[in-house]
Structure formats: structure tokens, C-alpha cells
């Protein structure tokens, strides 16, 4: 029994290893044929936050009680890898013991607790998975569906075996040694089942499950070498090197700004544009002109599915998956690898048939013959919860605006109602196409002077903030009045403040998000312009869209700016006392319910939460109620990436979902702090109200025009 343990064993092992060695290789050869990416700038922060995400699994703990079972088992994953060594040990001697640690009850408490705590771990995530099968008439409200499910069903029950023989392997240790229970405190009794066994017959045993774990062990490392797009096993590798490698070193998600366009490692100087050589990609129509950094997301995807349960789009039935678009990218990237790899024509020619389909396969195109589906491209709100709840760091956005800019810059291919947004955009410096002379008409029945930068003040030095109204707030009707709040309330804090009136263009924010780089650089080059002729440093924004691109990515252009939301302006001088809410003289309008919804471009993409919470909660008379769905899971308006100016027509409506979530928590006021959640919610509610199922009297307002309210009963 033991020549044979001992010759299967080794021999597996020696298959498994050579396997795994050459998969590796031809993995890391994949991920370089991606584009340059510089991510190696503050090794210690990306060394500190790589520590902090594995060991405090962080982002894995957003799902709580599923972080924690998965903590148990990555750490027995890693903790118990010596066991595998003390099993190839007892092949030879079923009473080996590795050196100096083997027989210390510290080692050996540690690993019994690691071995037990992941055995209950790994059944209840079998559990979990089994209990949340796509399955009934609702599939896709499974996080795991379109997952390849018998990768995930292996590598659990794999995990599930290894476990097992580990304390069977103690079980017989402790019969066959005669060790005090104090070495085996967690699995003496486990003995017992051998009790009837000689000593041969243990020792016989031990071989068999030593021979057994052995095999499971590098069974698994032989099938994922097979396998180089099984991200759901692979992860345990990659997924260091791509937290490492995260875009931002200090730990934060990729969300904020958006990246310009790169081109061999940096970024295109727009205002040089013409030096740019012409076969320049400008985005990505090739999956290797992806970056390194991206082939290696797709690589690392654990096909976990948390993005595909948060994603607005996915959530009201359209065809967009972030899960399935890595995947998808992945699968195509490998197939299309050897190919790429290949060092010479007559070696492409030799390549089978579906290799050379494959490099022929469109990137983005119609579902049945494109990698990826273009009604799931632009589908996407940009709103980052894929981003937000993924595990190991992948950055979906960043992938699919990439694919856009390739879409529009290059190809031309986009939804037709993007035109009239593009038009607007160029010719008047507003998405709505009107007339820039408008931009002060939200002013004019206002009860005191708005000052205007070049008519009443020279140099934004002589007030505390540049007002950046944006063009919504300038033009829609429903943000007017946010606009013309904010101002009442700066005033009466006796805030010092000034606008750009007409010479105030769109930030770009839409402009980027559809994929239309070129635009964004022309607006965002002449707000640059003018912020430097007008000294600008402190702005105050209402709109989440103007405030995340004025904030995040006016850097890209040399414009450092300090931008508040106003929002946490106005909190800060409620705070400050400058501002003093009072409560409705008559007691019929006490008890009111508030509820807010968190704007994508102001929470997820800026971690701004707190603020518009605490001002709703200091308004007298009023109560508060959160939506089931709120801050870092809050669901998205449908409005961001663009959306705003693209119809909606596939599966339910995004502003429909959120609305009727409000809706339910019996709210008289819905509050949100961003004129296009303010648009999306006011039309959500109009419909319902509509078909009867939301009251009349309920209300969409910015927080800013709720608390003018209560403040002005105080004059």
C-alpha cells in the first residue's frame, strides 16, 4: 500500500506542478500583450493597502456573513499549506512530523482551528450557493447566473475533501501515536473512529488518506491548468498582483475620475492632437488594446456575481452583465491569444480554424456575432456599483468607457439620440442645445443681485466661491429651482459668491461618459481657459456630474480646484450656525417623511454620504426614512454614462425601480442632491402617480430646497 501511495502520489504531482508552471507562463505572456499601464507609483500605500484588503478583506466584507466564511477559508487555503507537506511526509513515515513546529501545540491548535473553522465555512458557502441557484421564473436575480458552475461546484468540494482528509489524517495521528488529547484538542475524539485498527491497519491509513489528499490537492491544480480562464480558482493567484496594481494606490476604487485616453502608456495631448501618430487606438477596438492591467482584471475574475447583483442595468433586464462582459473579454483574450502570440504568418496559418475565427470576431457588435453585445455597452449608467462591490479590484467602468471611446472616435457606431447631445455640446456648451444667453434666466426673480464674474466683480478673489450652476441648473426647470435655492440660502449665511453666467460652459461629464473624448477635451480646455483668467480655486456645485469632473478631472488639464458639493456647504454652515432650520408653525405639516436617494456621481464615484443626511435629519418636524437600497448599495437613477439623453428601450425602466423603492418607504418628500436623479425620480413619480400607485401629494426636491423651507420659516 505505501510503494503504491507513494508512486501515484509523486507522480500526479509531478504532472500537476510541470502543468501548472507552463499555464502560468503562458498566463503572464497573455497579460503582457496588453498596452503599457503605470501602476507602480507609491509601492509602500499599494504594499499597505494590499495588506489591509487581504487580511482585513475589506472588500470582501461588504457582503458581512459571506466575507467572513470566505476569510475562513482563504486563510485555511494559505494557513494549511504545511499540512500538504506533512502528507507527503507520512507516505514515508506515517509518523512524520515536520521539524521544530510539528509537535508544538501552538501549530498545532492553529491548525485544527483553521481546518474546522473552514470546514463549516466552505458548507456554508455550498449552502449559500445551492440556496441562490438561477432557477424558478426570475434566473437572473441569481448573482450566479451565467457563471460556469461546475468550476465553482469543483473548486468547493475540492476545498470541502482537503478538509476532511486533514482531520482524518489527525484522527488516525493521534491513535496511532498515543499523544495526550492536549496536541489534538479539536480532533481526538475523531480517533475513536479507528479504534478497532492495529497498528499496521493505521498506518495503512494514513497512507491512503495522505495518497488521498494528495490527489485531490493536485487533481485541482491539474484541471485549473487546463483551464487558464478559470477565474473562479485562478483568483487565489492573481488577485494579489491586481489589488497591487489597483488604480489608485491609496486604496480607493476606480471610480471618480475617468482616465484619458492613453496611447503606449500616456495620455494624448489633445492641444498637439496632430502629432498623434494616425494608427493611434484611440480607445479600445481590439482586446489588446486593452492594458496589461485590464487582460489581468479579466484574468482575475472570480465570476462571484456581487457586481451583477448591484448593476442597475442587469437589475431592469437588459443585456447588460458586468460580470459577463469580464468574462466574455477573458474568454475571447485567451482564445485569441495564440494568435497574437504567434512569431510569424506561417505559424498564424497553421492555427485551427477556431483560433482564426476568433481573431476575425468583432470586439463590440451585434450579440450573435461580437464579443461583446452593443446594447450591453451602452446600456452601462456608469454609476460604478460594479466597481464598488467587486471583491479583487476590477475596474468594469473604465473597460467598458474605453470600448465607447473606440466606438465613437473610430467606428462612428452609436445610439442615434447621442447626436443631438453631441450637437448641443459643440455648437451651444449645453446638452440641451439652448441658446448660452439663457444661462442667467434662474436669477431673475430672485430677491437680491447674483453677482456675475467680468461684470460685477473682476476676480473670484474678492468672493468666497464661484457658484458653478452647470446646465441643468442654468436651463431645466426642476433644477432651476434647486439653483435658485442654494443661492437663497449662500446669501442668507452671508456667503460671498459668484457665477460665470454665459461664460460657463458644460463640464463634458456627458460628453465622456459617451465615449466622445475629443468634445469633452474641447469644453473642458475652455472652462480651463477661463478659470485661470478668472483665478478660481474655491467652487461650490450643485450637480453631482459638474462636481465629480470639476473635482476628479480638471486635474488631467493642470486646473487644481477645491470643489465642495453644495450639499456639504450648506451642512457646514448649519453647523457653523449661519444657518438655522425651524419647525412648521402648524402642527398638521410635523411628521412629514423624508427619504433620500443617493446620487451615483456624489456617493459611490465621492464617498459623499453623510452630509445631505445629516442635513435632512436637523430639519425640524420632519422624519426620516432610508431606502433598503441606500449609500454604498444605493441603485442608480438611470440617468449617469450619458443615459440621460439615450431612451431606455429594453426591459423596465431604471427610474421606475428607484422610484417605487422610494415610494414604499411611505416618504412625502424624496430627496436627492443632482438635478439628473432629480429629473429621473420626477418623472418616475409623475408615472406612478399616474397609475395610482404613488400618492399625489409626494414630492421629488433637492435637499437644498427642503431645508430653504425650513429656514425661511425662521424669517
Known amino acids: 500500500m505505501q510503494i503504491l501511495a507513494i508512486v501515484v502520489s509523486l507522480a500526479v504531482t509531478l504532472v500537476a506542478v510541470a502543468l501548472f508552471g507552463k499555464t502560468i507562463g503562458h498566463i503572464v505572456s497573455v497579460i503582457k500583450l496588453g498596452q503599457p499601464a503605470g501602476r507602480t507609483n507609491d509601492p509602500g500605500k499599494r504594499t499597505v493597502t494590499l495588506v489591509k484588503e487581504s487580511l482585513g478583506h475589506t472588500r470582501m466584507l461588504q457582503w458581512s456573513h459571506i466575507g467572513v466564511m470566505h476569510w475562513f477559508v482563504a486563510f485555511g487555503f494559505i494557513g494549511l499549506f504545511l499540512t500538504l507537506v506533512t502528507a507527503f511526509g ?371 478673489d474678492e468672493v468666497d466661491y464661484l457658484f458653478w450652476v452647470g446646465c441643468a441648473g442654468a436651463f431645466e426647470d426642476r433644477a432651476k429651482k434647486t439653483t435658485q435655492a442654494v443661492a437663497e440660502l449662500l446669501n442668507i449665511a452671508g456667503v460671498s459668491f459668484a457665477v460665470l453666467g454665459d461664460g460657463e460652459t458644460c463640464t463634458g461629464d456627458p460628453a465622456r461618459r459617451s465615449g466622445n473624448e475629443f468634445v469633452f477635451q474641447q469644453l473642458a480646455m475652455q472652462n480651463a481657459e477661463v478659470f485661470k483668467e478668472t483665478g478660481v480655486r474655491k467652487v461650490v456645485s450643485t450637480c453631482a456630474h459638474c462636481f465629480n469632473t470639476l473635482k476628479n478631472e480638471y486635474s488631467q488639464l493642470g486646473v487644481e480646484l477645491d470643489v465642495i458639493h453644495h450639499t456639504q456647504l450648506l451642512n457646514r454652515l448649519v453647523r457653523d450656525g449661519k444657518l438655522t432650520p425651524v419647525a412648521p408653525a402648524d402642527s398638521s405639516l410635523n411628521g412629514q417623511k423624508i427619504t433620500y436617494h443617493d446620487p451615483c456621481y456624489l456617493g459611490r464615484h465621492n464617498q459623499v454620504y453623510d452630509a445631505p443626511r445629516e442635513l435632512l435629519a436637523i430639519i425640524p418636524g420632519a422624519e426620516y426614512a432610508e431606502m433598503p437600497r441606500n449609500q454604498t448599495k444605493s441603485f442608480c437613477c438611470g440617468a449617469g454614462g450619458a443615459r440621460m439623453w439615450m431612451e431606455e428601450k429594453l426591459g423596465t425602466r431604471i427610474n421606475l425601480n428607484r422610484t417605487t423603492e422610494a415610494v414604499e418607504t411611505g416618504a412625502d418628500k424624496i430627496a436627492t442632491g443632482c438635478p439628473f436623479c432629480r429629473v429621473m425620480l420626477s418623472d418616475g413619480l409623475t408615472a406612478k402617480q399616474a397609475d395610482g400607485s404613488a400618492r399625489e401629494e409626494v414630492e421629488v426636491q433637492d435637499v437644498a430646497q427642503l431645508l430653504l423651507a425650513s429656514v425661511k420659516r425662521g424669517e
Open 90 to 460: 507520512q507516505l514515508f513515515d506515517p509518523h512524520w512530523a515536520l521539524p521544530v513546529i510539528g509537535h508544538w501545540f501552538v501549530f498545532e491548535w492553529v491548525s485544527e482551528a483553521l481546518t474546522w473553522t473552514g470546514l463549516i465555512s466552505i458548507v456554508g458557502l455550498i449552502v449559500y450557493r445551492l440556496m441562490h441557484l438561477p432557477r424558478g421564473d426570475k434566473p437572473r436575480s441569481s448573482r450566479f447566473y451565467g457563471s460556469t458552475s461546475w468550476q465553482a461546484y469543483y473548486v468547493e468540494y475540492t476545498i470541502l475533501g482537503v478538509l476532511i482528509c486533514i482531520l482524518l489524517l489527525r484522527g488516525l495521528e493521534y491513535q496511532l501515536s498515543g499523544a495526550s488529547t492536549f496536541h489534538f484538542p479539536m480532533t481526538f475524539f475523531l480517533g475513536g473512529l479507528f479504534g478497532g485498527l492495529s497498528e499496521h491497519g493505521l498506518e495503512n491509513a494514513v497512507y491512503v488518506v495522505a495518497m488521498l489528499k494528495i490527489l485531490i490537492s493536485f487533481a485541482w491544480m491539474i484541471t485549473i491548468s487546463l483551464n487558464a480562464t478559470m477565474g473562479v480558482a485562478w483568483h487565489r493567484f492573481t488577485a494579489w498582483p491586481n489589488i497591487w496594481f489597483k488604480r489608485e494606490a491609496d486604496g480607493g476604487t476606480a471610480l471618480g475620475a475617468l482616465q484619458p485616453i492613453m496611447v503606449n502608456g500616456a495620455p494624448i495631448d489633445f492641444e498637439n492632437i496632430e502629432e498623434l501618430d494616425e494608427d493611434a487606438a484611440l480607445g479600445v477596438g481590439k482586446v489588446e488594446d486593452f492594458t496589461w492591467k485590464g487582460l489581468l482584471d479579466f484574468t482575475t475574475c472570480t465570476e462571484c456575481g456581487r457586481c451583477q447583483s448591484q448593476c442597475p442595468a442587469w437589475n431592469t433586464d437588459k443585456p447588460l452583465s458586468p460580470k459577463l462582459i469580464m468574462m466574455g473579454l477573458r474568454e475571447h483574450a485567451y482564445a485569441k491569444a495564440p494568435y497574437l502570440l504567434a512569431s510569424s504568418d506561417d505559424e498564424r496559418k497553421s492555427l485551427s480554424q477556431l483560433v482564426l475565427d476568433e481573431q476575425e470576431k468583432p470586439l463590440v457588435g451585434p450579440a450573435d456575432v461580437a464579443v461583446i453585445d452593443e446594447e450591453a455597452l451602452w446600456a452601462c449608467t456608469s454609476c460604478g456599483a460594479c466597481v464598488q462591490q467587486c471583491p479583487v479590484d476590477i475596474e468594469h467602468v473604465d473597460a467598458i468607457m474605453d470600448m465607447r471611446r473606440y466606438q465613437v472616435l473610430i467606428e462612428s457606431s452609436f445610439p442615434s439620440e447621442l447626436n443631438g447631445l453631441f450637437k448641443g455640446l459643440e455648437n451651444k456648451g449645453n446638452p440641451w442645445n439652448m441658446n448660452p444667453s439663457g444661462r442667467m434666466d434662474w436669477a431673475k426673480d430672485l430677491p437680491f443681485e447674483v453677482k456675475q464674474v467680468g461684470t460685477d466683480v473682476e476676480s473670484l
